[in-house]
């Protein structure tokens, strides 16, 4: 089966399907539990995602581009409290437009605990492109795939399970616009914040076997001069592109800060 | 130190670049791409036979084809105005009905009964209450029936094909393509409009837009020019004729609005901020099918609601300062005459008069209660009687032909309309949009000249168009 329909009976008794579950925060973020960022292209309705989770009213238009820095806000959602960041909408992570350093840096140096890239399943080859990239700087990503209504309306079949056994992380078919699925994102989230979920999100493969080689060296080098980066792979390839940004982060030593925060994290004691 | 950390690290980095040329960028991305490919064939199922024809391509062909793409946006916004203009009739009179025949008099008998002091009772209940009352019966039906509409138009996938259309009219101007962008975002609020400026990454570009952004006319001033033009315009023609002349009118302002836009980029951009114009590509999203109830719901709350507060907040404090200025007199006459006798020279010269003029003055921090403030000065100075209760009191009126006779009676003329809607259009930015304008920019130069350049254009434009009208008239 490739979508899902509505939930069976069996469902309704699931702690996910519990909408008294989720509670919108709107702004009001004193404390949070986990930082969830909100990635994708443009226009696959991010800003939609986020209102429908925050209760907030975030201009959202049929136009790509209308997310212009990076709005706020929050949910509760089983005893824990999330805060939701809607990142500018981006095609890549690779160049160097105003959006996408914005989203880049972000997600490299924010160090969200989850992040939800919100796919469109029309256009997935294209939104595939950029959850790659995502995957290549953070372990823990939640595939949103959004706009299924559009799909079903065009008769496309998109196989989520196919999807999340590929990607090695959660799939979740929602139709924002209309709040389908919105309560197995949230479980999802919840997975993967807590831990209850591992990813193990794929590789970019297909590299020629001397960039390869290349990577991997540059990688080792990155992690014994930063100890505990979570994502050396992304930075020695970022420098193997001639990165500026990524260049002055090493030999400034800010990269070392986040490796550390990684660190703190991971050794609550 | 710092600054060695990395250095081994780039050192490697540098010399793995050498070796590997220039070709490592696309190297890398191919790769990625191979991979989306892959995994995303895997996934997808298409349907077995392509539908015999795309519905979203076909009605791209035709909104963005070169014949039709004009006619269809000029026609699309004139459907809206119309719509709005045969709409808002009925609300607006039951508004008057409720909120300025019953309840006014309701509270004038209740300050009389309590014996509040007239000076208060003034303030308070003439000019306050009145003020606020004709901004809600003037504004807000316009404003619910258009927001909503324009919601929907936006939310279906509209306004970047309107974006596609006018981008190239942009790169002729020397201006960048997704200046039609914010533009759009303009038509509904110049603050957000600036805001949205953000997409242009050319800092030359985004000045030219952010400057130009004033052109739009936003949601403070689509309700002043429909009522004016209503009571104008559509005094002129048969009633049956009415709404569409009005819509065409109103039309024809707004587009006046765009035509400015193009001409003041290409002037910028052909002296104090020339440069190359970039190029980039816009996406025209899918069409989508409106979510009308949510629509409806968002416009309200997002835009109607939040105009009209910021409206009545305005609007309020205006409505005493009228009343003061009308009641308080020196040598005899209201300071608001002395005023006004003092600008209507110059007033009449660019087809305005001193009315007009201090209404503006009261009205600088939101140009959305200039028509209420309007009507309240003409009747104090011509010094109607049996319409209002006394000086500085805004009247009671149930009809636009009565609202047309008080202007008139004020020695207001087409021209007078005219020269109104054309200085509503051009004239300085509301306060707001100056104040973001500084947040985006930094740069107090930028604003002065964000909020000074309409300003004086306003003066020239209409000074021109009384000129060459008088001209015209005087044969």
């Known amino acids: ?269 | 130190m710092t600054s060695a950390i990395g250095a081994g690290v780039l050192a490697t980095a540098t010399a793995m670049r050498w070796e590997f040329g220039g070709n490592l960028h696309e190297q890398l991305v191919e790769a990625i791409y191979a991979d989306a490919t892959r995994i995303a064939q895997r996934a997808v199922t298409r349907p077995d036979q392509k539908p015999r024809f795309d519905l979203d391509r076909t009605i791209d062909r035709v909104v963005t084809s070169r014949l039709w793409g004009f006619p269809i946006m000029l026609l699309a916004l004139s459907v809206v105005l119309w719509l709005t203009v045969i709409g808002s009739n009925i609300p607006s009179d039951l508004l008057f009905t409720v909120l300025i025949d019953t309840i006014y008099p309701f509270l004038k008998q209740i300050a009389v009964n309590v014996g509040v002091a007239w000076w208060i009772e003034g303030i308070l209940i003439d000019g306050v209450y009145l003020a606020t009352a004709w901004v809600v019966s003037v504004m807000l039906p316009p404003m619910a029936i258009f927001f909503p509409l324009f919601t929907l138009l936006e939310d279906f996938g509209y306004l970047p094909r309107v974006a596609f259309n006018l981008d190239r009219a942009f790169k002729v101007a020397g201006a960048h393509g997704k200046q039609s962008l914010s533009m759009a975002m303009g038509f509904g609020c110049n603050a957000a409009g600036v805001i949205s400026t953000a997409i242009i990454d050319s800092p030359r570009e985004k000045l030219i837009a952010i400057i130009t952004n004033n052109f739009a006319l936003c949601n403070g001033r689509w309700p002043t020019q429909i009522v004016l033009a209503t009571i104008f315009v559509g005094a002129l023609v048969p009633s049956y004729l009415a709404g569409a002349a009005v819509a065409l009118v109103v039309m024809g302002t707004a587009v006046l609005g765009v035509l400015l836009t193009l001409l003041v980029s290409w002037a910028l951009s052909r002296s104090v901020l020339k440069g190359e114009v970039s190029t980039f590509s816009l996406e025209l999203p899918p069409y989508r099918p409106p979510r009308i109830l949510q629509t409806l719901y968002t416009s309200v709350i997002d835009r109607t609601l939040k105009v009209l507060w910021r409206a009545l907040i305005f609007a309020a404090p205006a409505g005493a300062v009228i009343w003061l200025i009308s009641n308080l007199t020196i040598g005899g006459t209201p300071i608001a005459v002395h005023t006004i006798d003092f600008l209507n020279p110059f007033g009449l010269l660019l087809g305005l008069n001193g009315v007009i003029l201090v209404a503006y003055i009261v009205a600088i921090p939101a140009n959305e209660i200039v028509i209420p403030t309007i009507l309240m000065l003409t009747v104090l100075v011509t010094g109607i009687t049996g319409v209002g209760e006394g000086a500085g009191v805004m009247f009671e009126l149930n009809s636009e032909a009565a609202t047309g006779a008080i202007l008139r009676a004020g020695g207001w003329t087409l021209l007078t309309a005219i020269s109104t809607m054309i200085f509503v259009l051009i004239h300085n930015p509301c306060s707001t949009t100056i104040f973001t304008t500084y947040k985006v920019t930094g740069s107090k130069r930028w604003t002065t000249v964000t909020a000074l350049l309409p300003l004086f254009m306003g003066f020239a434009v209409t000074f021109g168009v009384a000129q060459i009208w008088r001209l015209v008239e005087g044969w």
Not at chain 1, 1 to 29: E, F, Q, W, Y
Not at chain 1, 132 to 137: A, D, H, I, R, S
Not at chain 1, 192 to 204: D, E, L, S, Y
């Open chain 1, 1 to 269: 089966m490739t979508i899902r329909d509505l939930p069976s009976s069996g469902c309704v008794d699931c702690p996910v399907h519990l909408a008294g579950n989720l509670l919108k925060l709107g702004v009001d973020m004193k404390d949070w539990d986990f930082v969830v960022a909100l990635a994708g292209n443009p226009n696959t309705g991010k800003s939609t995602v986020f209102n429908a989770l925050t209760g907030l009213r975030q201009h959202t238009g049929n136009w790509p581009g209308k997310t212009v820095a990076r709005a706020e806000g929050g949910y509760e959602f089983g005893d824990k409290r999330y805060k939701l960041i809607d990142l500018p909408g981006t095609y890549s992570l690779l160049s160097t437009t105003q959006d996408e350093e914005i989203a880049r840096d972000f997600l490299l140096f924010g160090r969200p605990d989850v992040t939800v890239v919100v796919v469109d399943a029309n256009r997935l080859e294209r939104n595939l492109n950029l959850a790659l990239q995502v995957m290549e700087v953070t372990d823990r990503v939640v595939i949103c795939l959004n706009l299924m209504d559009e799909a079903r309306r065009h008769g496309l079949q998109v196989d989520d399970r196919r999807l999340a056994r590929d990607l090695g992380v959660p799939v979740v078919p929602t139709s924002a616009r209309y709040g389908e699925g919105l309560d197995e994102l949230v479980g999802a989230i919840e997975e993967v914040a807590t831990g209850q979920a591992v990813c193990k999100p794929h590789r970019i493969e297909y590299l020629s076997g001397a960039l390869k080689a290349a990577v991997r060296q540059l990688a080792a080098e990155v992690e014994a001069r930063f100890p505990g980066l979570p994502n050396a792979r992304w930075v020695a390839l970022r420098l193997l592109d001639g990165d500026a940004r990524m260049r002055n982060v090493v030999q400034s030593g800010e990269l070392g800060e986040l490796a550390r925060q990684v660190d703190i994290v991971g050794d609550p004691a």
